[in-house]
């Protein structure tokens, strides 16, 4: 699959078959996220921090979901608490965290995400599970480092159901 086709084909899934994921191809996933260009040359400035398991993640998201009702904040955006039947992971056999500094962790993810459908897996970007995950307590258990921080937090799994497109408009152009 070319660049191009990926770009344009890949959907966020919300429906995975609970078979794992083989480590190879997770790790190989990884290795074409850390492709995207750091800052300076050389640098690493992200972590890859990899939960395998429904069952785990299936908890780790009722937790998510437990502290976000707790510490629900008072913005729009939050809605997705109340939505009958939302699950924070949905379902996926992997979740992978991303952390460092915010551009370098999404440009690695999106290239996460491009990896991955071009190798036949799904991917959905979730930020619901954040408020918790940013806890020191979530941090540790899920030994995201320290000096790091949590960005980007990707569902991972063979899909069983893939959106249609929806065609977007097309976006403001300013040239100056």
């Given at each position: ?95 992978i965290i991303i952390s ?77």
């Amino acid at each position: 699959m070319d660049a191009i086709a990926a770009i344009h084909g890949r959907r966020s899934v919300r429906s995975y078959d609970p078979k794992p994921v083989e480590r190879d191809l997770i790790e190989a996933v990884i290795a074409d996220a850390a492709q995207a260009p750091p800052p300076f040359r050389g640098q690493i400035p992200w972590a890859f921090n990899v939960v395998q398991g429904v069952e785990r993640i299936a908890a780790y998201g009722a937790r998510a979901m437990d502290y976000a009702r707790a510490h629900r904040p008072d913005q729009p955006g939050s809605d997705w608490l109340d939505r009958p039947g939302f699950k924070i992971f949905w379902d996926a056999p992997v979740v992978i965290i991303i952390s460092g500094p915010v551009g370098d962790c999404s440009r690695a993810g999106q290239n996460l995400m491009l990896s991955a459908h071009a190798r036949g897996l799904g991917t959905c970007w979730v930020g619901s599970p954040m408020l918790w995950i940013s806890t020191s307590e979530v941090r540790a258990e899920l030994k995201i480092p320290s000096t790091l921080t949590p960005v980007a937090v990707l569902c991972l799994g063979y899909p069983t159901a893939v959106p249609e497109a929806i065609i977007p408009d097309k976006p403001p152009i300013v040239w100056v």
